[in-house]
Nanobody, 122 residues
Framework: QVQLVESGGGLVQAGGSLRLSCAVSGRTFSSYAMGWFRQAPGKEREFVAAINWSDGTTDYADSVKGRFTIFRDNAKNTVALQMNSLKPEDTAIYYC???????????????WGQGTQVTVSS
C-alpha cells in the first residue's frame, strides 16, 4: 500500500494549462503503475490517464488524447499530469491512483489520493 497526495489543481480559463502532481510515499514506487481518474459534479468517476511501471506504456481516455500527458519520475516518487487546451468539461476532482497491476489500475483498482479540484471557466 502507498500513500498518495495530489497538488496543482486550481481555476483556469478555457484553453489554458495546468500541471497536477502526485507525491507517492513508499520505497517500491517504481514497481507501481500510476494513473489519474476524475469525477465531475453529478457524474461517476472516469479514467483519464495511466502509465505502467515496467515499460512506460501510457493510456489515455479519448476525451483527453492529444491534450493531456502523464509522466513519472521514479527518482522523485512523483507522477504528473500535464493538461493543455483545457475545456470546461474537464472540470472535476482529479484523483491519483496506484496499483502494481496495470490492468487492474485501468478499471480503478488500487490506492487513491484525496483528490485535487480543477475548474475550467468558459
Amino acid at each position: 500500500q502507498v500513500q498518495l497526495v495530489e497538488s496543482g489543481g486550481g481555476l483556469v480559463q478555457a484553453g489554458g494549462s495546468l500541471r497536477l502532481s502526485c507525491a507517492v510515499s513508499g520505497r517500491t514506487f517504481s514497481s507501481y503503475a500510476m494513473g489519474w481518474f476524475r469525477q465531475a459534479p453529478g457524474k461517476e468517476r472516469e479514467f483519464v490517464a495511466a502509465i505502467n511501471w515496467s515499460d512506460g506504456t501510457t493510456d489515455y481516455a479519448d476525451s483527453v488524447k492529444g491534450r493531456f500527458t502523464i509522466f513519472r519520475d521514479n527518482a522523485k516518487n512523483t507522477v504528473a499530469l500535464q493538461m493543455n487546451s483545457l475545456k470546461p468539461e474537464d472540470t472535476a476532482i482529479y484523483y491519483c491512483i496506484a496499483h502494481k497491476a496495470y490492468n487492474f489500475l485501468l478499471i480503478g483498482g488500487g490506492d487513491w489520493g484525496q483528490g485535487t479540484q480543477v475548474t475550467v471557466s468558459s
